[in-house]
């Protein structure tokens, strides 16, 4: 394991109802597949070394005897392999019969673990062939010419990286409480599911959402495989099922009704559970109440170095963007957060007018949609919304006409206010030199700004509405009592890729060019005079480095406390062709001094929304001295 990563696969082999010698060789060719590839853990499905749909040739003892000679040969066969395979067979312990999943390794047999609940409705019959776990007692058996030791209760296998892990056999997983909910709670990082679910009509989508919500449930791993092509179509057919899962979220699907075997492989990501789990205080209360321990078996495995790490599994360059299908649901209730947070501010304090800076770029564009729309919901004037465009030294034409275009459309009261003068004078009176194009003449800029929206919110009784995002606070790009101020932050929840994505929905319904060209306007503060064409000299990413990289930084830094040479080895493979590891490292580094040094501008931030599961909210979600050193995480980054 490297960087909290484990390869894991669901493998599907064809198979020959009762035919054990072919079975186990289509069984040794996924292993061999799976080792390969990397692989630390494969599951294959229930009963697999015989075929699940052997019906009352269970009762055969030939079977049975010819499904344990296949462990043997299976055993003999990963003598030299470090991949764990876990494969089904029925298993005889003293005189019953148990339908099992065995755990071998590097030819040996780790354990077995047999099926607790049993399916004998519809089209299944299992207790006319199979006892349950619960109806055996610990014991000490030989099975493959292993010694093992088996018991009816919950077992967990631990590598030697420390991953640990449990199985469940198919209607396990279907019960009112499932052994994985244990075994999670006993610390079970990822669950393995051997499976042989039939096809019915509406059957699969029920059970994707099934795993889904047990895998988010009991925030673990979870690696499912069901039997396929081979298997008896007497009466049911079996599509050949295999899933992975992370908390809920699908990771790797195979072909259903494939007539070719196949292995679904990915990586999951433990260190990322585990701190699911260490922030989740009602996991933690419902281990506290943890009954029967579970049996702990050790599993060898090779250390992984980091010449070895090969990152396959793919990974979102934008993990606050919402995926296509659900885009719509996303943004809207995206929006309707902002505008709910926003109308009971006003509600509360019986506030009928807004006042808003409008610079012509994304934030301040989301912002007033936003001021907008909670307006309408209140049923109060829009020309109660009192937009202001401040003209200053490094305003272009583009972003002024933008600003003025955007306020005329959605007509909300228009009034211009240029600080140049003011500005000019403020110069005088410090005695800065204007031609000195400072940390001095910037903030000044954006401090006369916020002093005139404060003054006329005052003077017309009404509040300032921020515009600043979530990118800005992580960063502190943003000026102290300046455009760090305001009486609400409606975008104080919203990273800047998400702010552009908004507001390119939103013009997609107001259909108005304004919008998209603020979209595609540079991102910048505009306190530098433009250059001698009049364009924006002064772009944002320029100075701090791309926001599609600080965004993918802040969420893992802060959704899953990643160490930043994790984040930057998941940004290499995310951004793959768009930046080198060598960028990519600049701006993490960037990220890191600017998020430790910039946190007193956060300790006293307006309030705003969360609208998401990041947040920086001092009240809330992010607590953290304004002293704190960044050396260690600068330093993690130097190996």
Same mark, same amino acid.
């Given at each position: ?30 292993? /061999? ?48 392999? +470090? ?17 099992? /999943? ?44 292993? &010694? ?9 296998? %631990? ?14 997983? *279907? ?8 075994? /999670? ?21 029920? #059970? ?16 499912? %495989? ?31 009704? %494939? ?9 999951? +990501? ?18 506290? $109440?943890? @009954? ?29 963007? &919402? ?28 506030? =009928? ?7 012509? @770029? ?38 002024? $006409? ?25 110069? #005088?009176?410090?005695?800065?030199? !204007?031609?000195?194009?400072? =940390? ?5 800029? !954006? ?10 919110? $005052? ?49 997609? +319904? ?24 009049? $364009? ?50 600049? *701006? ?40 704190? %050193?960044?050396?260690? *995480? ?6």
């Amino acid at each position: 394991m490297k960087y909290g990563f484990i390869k894991v696969a669901a493998a599907v082999p064809a198979v020959k109802v009762a035919d054990v010698e072919y079975n186990v060789g289509q069984v040794e060719s996924l292993i /061999a597949q799976a080792e390969g590839q990397g692989v630390e853990v494969v599951v294959f499905p229930e009963l697999c070394l015989t075929g699940y749909s052997c019906q009352d040739l269970f009762k055969e003892q030939l079977l049975i005897d010819k499904a344990e000679e296949g462990l043997i040969v299976l055993l003999d066969f990963t003598r030299k392999l +470090d991949v764990i395979s876990i494969v089904g067979l029925p298993v005889q312990i003293g005189s019953l019969l148990y339908n099992c /999943a065995a755990v071998i390794q590097s030819g040996t047999l780790l354990g077995i673990v047999p099926k607790t609940y049993l399916p004998n409705y519809g089209e299944f019959y299992e207790k006319r062939w199979f006892a349950s776990a619960h109806d055996l007692s610990p014991q000490d058996l030989y099975l493959a010419g292993s &010694p093992i030791h088996v018991t009816g209760g919950p077992t967990i296998f %631990s590598t030697c990286d420390g991953v640990r892990f449990g199985i469940e056999i198919c209607e396990d997983v *279907w019960a009112p409480t499932p052994p994985s909910n244990q075994l /999670a709670l006993a610390g079970a990082d990822i669950i393995f599911n051997l499976s042989a679910s039939d096809e019915l009509i509406g059957k699969h989508q029920y #059970l994707r959402q099934l795993l889904s919500q047990q895998s988010a449930r009991t925030m673990c791993g979870y690696v499912y %495989s069901s039997c396929g092509f081979g298997e008896s179509t007497q009466d049911v057919v079996y599509g050949g099922n295999a899933m992975i899962f992370e908390n809920g979220r699908l990771l790797s699907e195979g072909e259903r009704f %494939s007539f070719q075997p196949q292995i679904k492989i990915n990586q999951i +990501d433990v260190e990322r559970l585990r701190t699911e789990r260490r922030c989740n205080s009602t996991f933690i209360t419902a281990q506290a $109440n943890l @009954g029967a321990q579970c049996s702990t078996f050790n599993v060898q495995c090779k250390p992984v170095t980091p010449s070895e790490f090969d990152l396959v599994r793919p990974i979102d360059p934008h993990p606050f963007i &919402p995926s296509d299908d659900k885009m719509e649901e996303s943004c809207q209730e995206i929006l309707n957060i902002q505008v709910s947070g926003l109308a009971k501010r006003l509600y509360h304090i019986g506030g =009928t007018k807004a006042v808003i800076g409008i610079s012509g @770029g994304l934030d301040s564009t989301l912002a007033l949609l936003v001021t907008v729309k909670a307006f309408d919901k209140l049923g109060l004037e829009r020309r109660g919304i009192i937009g202001i465009t401040m003209p200053g030294f490094g305003t272009t034409d583009r972003t002024y $006409n933008n600003a003025l275009k955007l306020m005329k459309v959605l007509g909300v009261t228009v009034r211009e206010i240029s600080i140049a003068k003011a500005v000019t004078q403020h110069f #005088l009176d410090i005695g800065h030199d !204007a031609r000195q194009h400072d =940390t001095t003449y910037e903030n000044s800029q !954006a401090r006369e700004r916020t002093q005139i929206l404060m003054d006329v919110a $005052n003077k017309e009784n009404a509040i300032v509405v921020g515009t600043g995002d979530l990118s800005e606070l992580a960063l502190g790009w943003a000026t102290y009592n300046g455009d760090h101020m305001s009486m609400y932050g409606v975008n104080a929840g919203v990273p800047k890729t998400l702010v552009q994505y908004l507001v390119k929905y939103i013009a997609r +319904d107001m259909a108005t060019e304004v919008l998209l060209d603020i979209v595609d306007t540079p991102i910048s503060p505009e306190l530098i005079p433009a250059d001698e064409q009049g $364009n924006i000299r002064q772009k944002t990413e320029d100075l701090v480095g791309p926001y599609e990289l600080h965004d993918f930084f802040l969420y893992y830094f802060l959704r899953f406390g990643f160490r930043p040479a994790k984040i930057l080895c998941m940004a290499t493979k995310a951004f793959a062709g768009s930046y080198d590891e060598e960028i990519i490292k600049k *701006w993490l580094q960037t990220f890191c001094r600017r998020f430790f040094t910039q946190q007193f501008k956060r300790s006293c931030l307006p309030d705003g929304p969360k609208v998401g599961s990041v947040s920086l909210s001092p009240r809330g979600d992010w607590r953290m001295p304004s002293d704190a %050193s960044s050396v260690l *995480w600068l330093k993690d980054l130097e190996h």
